[in-house]
Nanobody
Framework: QVQLVESGGGSVQAGGSLRLSCAAW????????MGWARQAPGKEREGVAH???????VYADSVKGRFTISKDNAKNTLYLQMDSLKPEDTAMYYC???????????????WGQGTQVTVSS
């Protein structure tokens, strides 16, 4: 079992930046693959980005070129650098992990509690 704790959310104006962090605790082999998803009010949860055990990354089209996912294996911490933020990026952002890679982050089994990101115009 692995526990995921997100931090770094907040409020920012459009065009600004935020950096989310996700610390993995416990049986960290469960976090071979890690990623981020988000859910805005009244909308379905959507995958944002994920990083596999080989370091390969996948991004949603809506964030390509603006968001960067990275992982510090020594610290068991996942990051999401979000630049050029838009009001439509406003959502609860969730960290997720799993042992099985190569699939959508929405199919991961382990989830954090989420951190709110609000972008004002």
């Amino acid at each position: 079992q692995v526990q995921l704790v997100e931090s770094g959310g907040g409020s920012v104006q459009a065009g600004g930046s935020l950096r989310l962090s996700c610390a993995a605790w416990g049986y960290t082999r469960s976090s071979r693959c890690m990623g981020w998803a988000r859910q805005a009010p009244g909308k379905e949860r959507e995958g944002v980005a994920h990083i596999d055990s080989d370091g390969s990354t996948v991004y949603a089209d809506s964030v390509k070129g603006r968001f960067t996912i990275s992982k510090d294996n020594a610290k068991n911490t996942l990051y999401l650098q979000m630049d050029s933020l838009k009001p439509e990026d406003t959502a609860m952002y969730y960290c997720a992990a799993d042992t099985i890679c190569g699939r959508s982050v929405l199919r991961y089994n382990y989830w954090g509690q989420g951190t709110q990101v609000t972008v004002s115009s």
